[in-house]
């Protein structure tokens, strides 16, 4: 079965400053992987996907994220950190497809003014 | 475009009783996840309906149950509640095909059992 682990539980940055979250997973084949938003009291958004294809991803609100097949990891990135992006992030896998998807247990972002 | 809602927004209920939570899809998908979240945790997969049938199910006991419609809406049924189902749950919807249409989520609805 498949399993993701996301090793930061929390995250201080400040305002303006690069952001990295790490996503690593265990996947026999090659793994549908995302990564969702989630503010206070709300649902989850897609920020970005990779079925296949070019490993670098471009999603919304400036994010990206790299496959990279030989360390099993799908790290989330962002050049420049603004205040509204404070929230909690999951990294998620599916087996196959898009619909069944094993969620990490989360990284808890506070951005600093 | 109405994304996935959820209702009851909130719900308190008592251990040994039964709850139902209520799903309509994204316009225009056809597919219905249903995701429990436990504080501090990420969802965890419960089970999907497509075509009126639960197409797949997680790690969950048969307390817990679902029913799709003929609009595609959704909705989740626990009973004998436990105080450890007290959580979010999240309903999420897609479009069946290739299986590459992403999961959409609603707000959830927040259980809590005394």
């Known amino acids: 079965a498949q399993s993701v682990t996301q090793p930061d539980i929390h995250i201080t940055v400040s305002e303006g400053a690069s952001l990295e979250l790490r996503c690593n997973y265990s996947y026999g084949a090659t793994p549908y992987l995302f990564w969702y938003v989630q503010s206070p009291g709300q649902g989850l958004q897609l920020l970005l996907k990779?079925?296949?294809?070019?490993?670098l991803v471009q999603g919304i609100k400036g994010f990206e994220a790299e496959f990279k097949r030989s360390q099993s990891s799908f790290n989330l990135r962002k050049p420049s950190v603004h205040w509204s992006d404070a929230a909690e992030y999951f990294c998620a896998v599916g087996e196959g497809s898009a619909r069944q998807l094993t969620f990490g247990s989360g990284t808890q972002l506070t951005v600093l003014p | 475009d109405a994304g996935v809602t959820q209702s009851p927004t909130h719900l308190i209920k008592t251990r040994g009783q039964q709850v139902t939570l209520r799903c309509s899809p994204k316009?225009?998908?056809?597919?219905v996840s249903w995701y429990q979240q436990a504080l501090g945790q990420g969802p965890q997969f419960i089970f999907q309906?497509?075509?009126?049938?639960?197409?797949q199910r997680g790690n969950f006991p048969d307390r817990f149950s679902g029913h799709q419609f003929p609009n595609y809406s959704s909705e989740l049924n626990v009973n004998a509640l436990l105080l450890g189902d007290s959580a979010l749950y999240l309903c999420?919807?897609?479009?069946?095909?290739?299986?590459?249409?992403?999961?959409?989520f609603g707000n959830g609805t927040r259980l809590t059992v005394t």
């Open positions: 316009s225009g998908h056809d597919t």
């Open positions: 309906y497509y075509e009126e049938e639960e197409r």
């Open positions: 999420a919807s897609s479009l069946a095909g290739t299986g590459n249409s992403p999961l959409h």
């Open positions: 990779y079925f296949s294809g070019d490993t």
